[in-house]
């Protein structure tokens, strides 16, 4: 995680929303883990008609001015990633 | 009102890879809904909204991008108004 250029800051989650490894901006942020959970939760529910049941969100990305948060789910954790977006490309 | 919202949704949905977008207050309540979109989905959109502004209230509301396969959904909320696109990758 520490490797990822411009990352700022990291969380690890577990299914649950425990804090399991944090650093950077994010060390210890349990406000922005609460907000990111409900968030993930809701996900589950848009538009059955255009995404159907059986779909499910791999990323997640929140993209402000000058820096996003990149959400992904992966080996039963949620890993959250705050970027600052300066030189960047808003995609990247 | 209606009448603007309808060109801008027509508009939209002649965007490249576009198949719906919809459009809700900031009740959630869906004021247009184009392609292949329900209106259900408008509470949905807007809670999502409300959820991502308070990560950082302060700032403007984030644009928020949901990805699966091969689909992926935009979703930004300006003043009382939250849109939503789903989009092709």
Redesign the interface.
């Known amino acids: 995680m520490d490797r990822i250029a411009g990352q700022t800051g990291y969380l690890i989650l577990n299914e649950e929303g425990a804090v399991v490894s944090s650093a950077g901006d994010l060390e210890n942020d349990e406000k ?1 883990a609460e ?2 959970m ?2 993930v939760n ?2 589950s ?7 159907g049941s059986d ?11 000058n820096h ?2 990149i959400i992904c789910l992966s080996n039963r954790r949620i890993h959250v990633v705050k970027k600052n977006l300066d030189k960047l490309a808003v ?1 990247a | 009102m209606e009448k603007p919202l309808e060109r801008v949704m027509e508009e939209i949905l002649n965007t490249t890879d576009v ?2 977008c ?1 459009f809700a207050d900031h009740q959630g309540l869906c004021l247009g809904v184009k392609g ?3 209106t ?2 408008a509470g ?2 807007g ?2 909204a409300e ?2 502004s ?3 209230p302060n ?2 509301p ?8 091969n ?1 992926m ?1 935009i979703i930004q909320r300006n003043g009382t108004i939250t849109g939503a696109i ?1 989009k092709l990758i």
């Open positions: 922005t907000t990111i409900g968030l809701i996900t529910m848009v538009d059955q008609k255009a995404f779909e499910s969100f791999k990323k997640i990305s929140l993209t402000y001015e996003c948060y995609n | 198949f719906g919809v292949r979109a329900s259900e989905s949905v959109i809670a999502i959820e991502a308070k990560l950082e700032s403007r984030p644009v928020i991008v949901l990805e699966s396969e689909k959904c789903y």
